[in-house]
């Protein structure tokens, strides 16, 4: 069983996607406590051709080689004035608020896929803007300082690739890609 190559949406979504361990951690000191090449593969197959939304600490946390990341538009959010013109937010489209962010990705290309990309506030605070989220479990447990947002009761688990047990990296690592949605959104996974 392979990763998800894509997925069909009913109708143009706004959609979280993240990976985290088995209790919820995203990050840890700006990065990922982990290494899955597997997942960042899914993770650009599902975004690219689709504008991105993040946080500032998000964009620093990619290698400048990432940075912007390819064939999407890259859409920063950050309160920090004067960053926008700062050479670290070259290519990308700096606003100061996730609203602004979302209304300049639904007319960006690809806007019937928008894409929140993180980090930990920027994700509460898309939550109720989003009707998709598509989150890779890792099968580890390791300590980091930003959790994954809870997604509450209006969230409908869709299913997972797969649908019982792990898929196997290549590195051993264990994982599944887990699909929620919200309300009547449809979609599946190709």
Request: glycine content about 12%.
């Amino acid at each position: 069983m392979s990763t998800p190559k894509s997925y069909r949406f009913s109708q143009p979504i706004v959609g979280m996607i993240w990976a985290q361990t088995n209790t919820g951690v995203i990050g840890a000191d700006g990065g990922m406590p982990w290494q899955l090449p597997e997942d960042m593969a899914h993770f650009k197959r599902v975004t690219e051709g689709h504008p991105v939304v993040m946080g500032r600490r998000t964009w620093e946390s990619f290698p400048d080689k990432f940075r912007p990341l390819p064939n999407r538009t890259n859409i920063v959010v950050t309160r920090q004035e004067g960053w926008g013109a700062t050479p670290e937010a070259s290519g990308a489209v700096v606003l100061d608020s996730l609203e602004e962010a979302l209304v300049e990705a639904q007319f960006s290309p690809g806007g019937n896929e928008v894409w929140v990309i993180g980090g930990g506030q920027v994700y509460a605070q898309a939550q109720e803007h989003c009707n998709v989220a598509v989150v890779t479990v890792i099968n580890t447990d390791v300590a980091g300082d930003t959790q994954a947002p809870g997604l509450g009761p209006d969230w409908a688990f869709r299913g997972a690739t797969p649908a019982e047990g792990w898929l196997r990296a290549k590195n051993g690592t264990e994982y599944r890609i887990t699909l929620w949605a919200k309300g009547e959104t449809e979609f599946e996974a190709e």
